[in-house]
C-alpha cells in the first residue's frame, strides 16, 4: 500500500472509531489494531492520534460547510434558500453520518480549533446577512437579524442532531416542518407542509 493510501485507510478508520468513542475515548493502539498496522504507522502518518483526529474534523467540517454555503448562495426567495440549507445539513447527515456524530460530539481540549459550533456561528452570520435584507426590505428591524439568525441555525442544527439517530421521517419531510416552523410561526403551521423548492426534490 502506498503512504497515501495508508494515509487514506487510517482517516477512513479514525473516523470510524472517533465516531464511536470521541476523541478521549480511543487511543492509537485501538486505531491502530482496526486498520491492521502497527502504532509507529498511526505516528508516522499523524504524529498521534490528536493529529488524526484534526485531519478527520477539517475534512467533515469542509464538507460541511461546502454544502451550506452553496445552498446559501444559490438565489431565489427567502424560503426556498431555508429550504436549501435545511436540505444541505440534512443531506450531509445522511451521507456522513459518522462525520456529523464526531462534529457534534463535546471535543476535548486537544481538539482542533474548528468545530461544529463554530461553523454554525459563521452560517449565522451568513444567514443574518441575508435577513438583514430581507427585514429592512418589510419594513422590519434590521438590527434584529442576527437574533432570528440564531434562532433559525439553531432549530435546524438541533433538528439534524435528532434526525441523526431517528431517521425517519425521510429528510424532505423533515426539512419541510423545519421551514414551516421557521417560515409560519406556531400560529401559522400549515396542515400539510411541502417544500416550495421542486429542485430539491
Sequence with gaps: MTGAARREQLVAVGRGVFAAKGIDGTSVEEIAATAEVSKPIVYEHFGGKEGLYAVVVDRELRDLTEGVTSALTVGGSDRQTLERAALALLDYIEGSPDGFRILVRDVSGEAPSGTYA???????TQVAHLLSDAFAHRGLEPAAAPMYAQMLVGLVSLTGQWWLETRSPAKEIVAAHMVNLAWNGLAGLEERPALHD????
Excluded: I
Excluded at 118 to 124: E, K, N, W
Excluded at 198 to 201: D, E, F, K, L, V
Design 198 to 201: 421542486s429542485g430539491s426534490m
Design 118 to 124: 463554530s461553523l454554525m456561528s459563521d452560517v449565522a
